[in-house]
């Protein structure tokens, strides 16, 4: 999960941006079954306004499309995330993940989700302050920390930093800088809305950690050069 | 991967969704082609790309019929209009690029999808980085670069000669046929994968000493390096002891993974329980 860790961007970057995910452990450390607490960990993501929510396996809340007709091309495709569809196709034990794009709603879950005592790591992937302030909320103490040095010879002033951190909020590398690029050119042309760009782009997240809040913002700023 | 000649329709979509700039429009056939040297096999074109399944025929005539009058037909950008990615059948070495690159295939050696670990992720049931030591993951490739396993075999045997542990549980180990030198598998050295996690234990007083050897083995390297590092906190939650030492190397911490320690050696039971009330739980 490194990939939910290594995100382009100043701190102030992430205030929108809380990526939380439960996992158990390998090679049989833990006793009982962990896809009932899995699923529901997702179940309960969806009362606090999660942006996104997925497995590891199956992906996110927004996926490709798949025309059985050619007529279907004349339709509009779906930009808004289907979490139930995530929550049924939930699988095999793998990481599921909940992004969370305010700090009201990240600490409400977190504080939930201490309370529910599932028994699964549970992990936030955010800025120290943000997850400090979520640990807090929830009285607890946090166990580890991992933390992100951030790209080696990238600083935080570089010309394409916005088509950065569009791509790196796929920690697998998914999303192409290519097409995050022309994401961001459509918009700038008006030839696309920054809705439709933010789902293209998180249609090839395939874990559901891409957070469409967090891409709108950052491709409405570089429509206007806000750096 | 390879592009069907018979269905691609030259729309150009998949060179932009391609993660290693390996696809381009072969301008002698007008078709979309694959550089397979380049290729790491991710799969992101073909699982990522939307499928419209129209026939190719009646595209490339209304395309061409289009561009007569000045006008162009241009499917959404994420879009591959008649399907035509097509999967290659895998075989070794190239299989090794899939496993590091596409997330959704879960690694033999791990049990994780894609390239991943568990690193501190679990550390309250797996004890992985214990107290005074610290856990490195060492990415290499990321953003939209790729790696060779000859690159990452330069920084594994750089910190293999220091003594280090390297980490037994890691894809990357997994290919190594010599992991007290750091040494990688002759056969697999020139495969090209999108990103690849090395992963080290060290006791705290060696933090200094890796970074700058890290330091000194990425400038050696054509690709880009990311580092990530991992630390028990302290009873009271505070980590007092590896970030004074990395913002002295200059580090500015900024983002990180914290895992809350909510991990048991039971998982609840849900079987047969009614969810209850955001209020129920929260206040029981």
Redesign the interface.
Same mark, same amino acid.
């Given at each position: *999960? +490194?990939?939910?860790?290594?995100?382009?961007g100043?701190?102030e970057s992430?205030k929108d941006d809380y990526v939380i995910?439960a996992? $158990?452990?390998? %090679?049989g450390?833990?006793? %009982?079954? $962990?896809k $009932?607490?899995l699923k529901?960990f997702l179940?309960?993501a969806l009362?606090y306004n999660p942006v996104n929510i997925g497995d #590891?396996?199956n992906g996110g809340a927004t996926r $490709?499309?798949?025309? +059985?007709?050619?007529l279907?091309?004349f339709a509009k495709?779906p930009t808004k995330p289907d979490f139930q569809q995530v929550i049924d196709g939930a699988g095999d034990p793998? +990481?599921f993940s909940a992004v969370f794009a305010t700090r009201e709603d990240a600490e409400a879950f977190?504080?939930?989700?201490?309370?529910?005592?599932?028994?699964? &790591?549970?992990?936030?992937?955010?800025?120290?302050a943000n997850?400090?302030g979520c640990?807090k909320a #929830?009285g607890?103490?946090?166990?580890?920390?991992?933390?992100?040095?951030?790209?080696?010879?990238?600083q935080d002033n570089v010309p394409n930093r916005h088509v950065?951190s569009l &791509? +790196?909020m796929c %920690?697998? %590398? *998914?999303?192409?800088? &290519?097409?995050a690029k022309?994401?961001i050119d *459509?918009v700038k042309e008006n030839r696309?809305s920054p809705d439709?760009a933010t789902a293209?782009l998180s249609?090839?997240c395939?874990?559901g950690i891409f957070n469409p809040v967090r891409a709108k913002r950052i491709i409405e700023e570089a429509r206007g050069k806000i750096f | 991967m390879k592009i069907s000649e018979e269905k691609c329709v030259g729309c150009g979509n998949c060179?932009?969704?391609?993660?290693? @700039?390996a696809i381009y429009i072969d301008p002698k056939t007008r078709k979309a082609t694959v550089n397979s040297d380049e290729c790491v096999e991710?799969y992101?074109c073909y699982?990522?790309?939307?499928?419209?399944?129209?026939?190719p025929k009646?595209v490339r005539f209304t395309r061409r019929m289009m561009s007569k009058l000045w006008l162009r037909f241009e499917?959404?950008?994420?879009i591959c209009?008649t399907d035509a990615l097509v999967p290659d059948e895998l075989s070794w070495p190239r299989v090794v690029r899939r496993a590091f690159?596409d997330?959704?295939v879960p690694h033999e050696s791990?049990?994780?999808?894609?390239r991943?670990t568990?690193?501190?992720?679990?550390?309250? /049931?797996?004890n992985r /980085?214990a107290v005074g030591m610290v856990?490195f993951?060492i990415?290499f490739?990321?953003? =939209?670069v790729g790696v060779r396993f000859y690159q990452i075999q330069e920084m594994s045997m750089a910190l293999a000669a220091l003594g280090v542990k390297i980490q037994p549980?890691n894809p990357v180990t997994a290919m190594m046929s010599d992991v007290e030198t750091g040494k990688i598998r002759d056969d697999i050295l020139n495969e090209k994968v999108?990103?690849a /996690?090395l992963e080290i234990t060290v006791p705290v007083e060696r933090t200094e000493e890796i970074i700058r050897t890290?330091?000194a083995v990425?400038k050696k390297i054509d690709t880009?390096?990311?580092?990530?590092? =991992?630390?028990?906190?302290d009873?009271? @939650?505070?980590?007092r002891v590896?970030?004074p030492i990395?913002e002295s190397l200059g580090?500015t911490?900024?983002?990180?993974?914290?895992? !809350?320690? !909510? =991990?048991? !050696?039971? /998982?609840?039971?849900?079987?047969n329980e009614t969810?209850v009330s955001?209020k129920e739980?929260?206040t029981?």
């Open positions: *999960m +490194t990939n939910t860790l290594h995100r382009y100043t701190a992430f995910f996992l $158990p452990a390998k %090679g450390a833990q006793k %009982g079954d $962990p $009932p607490a529901r179940e309960i009362e #590891a396996m $490709p499309t798949e025309h +059985t007709h050619a279907e091309h495709r793998t +990481t977190v504080t939930r989700i201490v309370a529910e005592d599932l028994g699964l &790591s549970i992990n936030i992937s955010s800025s120290i997850a400090l640990c #929830a607890i103490t946090r166990h580890s920390v991992g933390y992100s040095l951030g790209f080696e010879g990238i950065l &791509s +790196t %920690g697998h %590398g *998914m999303i192409s800088q &290519s097409l022309k994401m *459509m696309l439709k293209s249609r090839f395939s874990c | 060179t932009y969704a391609c993660t290693m @700039g991710c992101a699982n990522g790309l939307s499928k419209e399944h129209l026939p009646t499917p959404d950008p994420d209009p690159s997330p959704r791990t049990g994780v999808t894609g991943g568990e690193e501190v992720k679990t550390n309250e /049931i797996s /980085i856990g993951t990415e490739g990321r953003p =939209g549980k999108l990103s /996690i890290v330091w990425e880009i390096v990311v580092l990530g590092v =991992g630390t028990r906190c009873e009271d @939650g505070e980590e590896v970030a990395l580090y911490l900024k983002r990180a993974k914290t895992n !809350l320690g !909510l =991990g048991k !050696l039971q /998982i609840r039971e849900l079987s969810p955001a739980a929260v029981a």
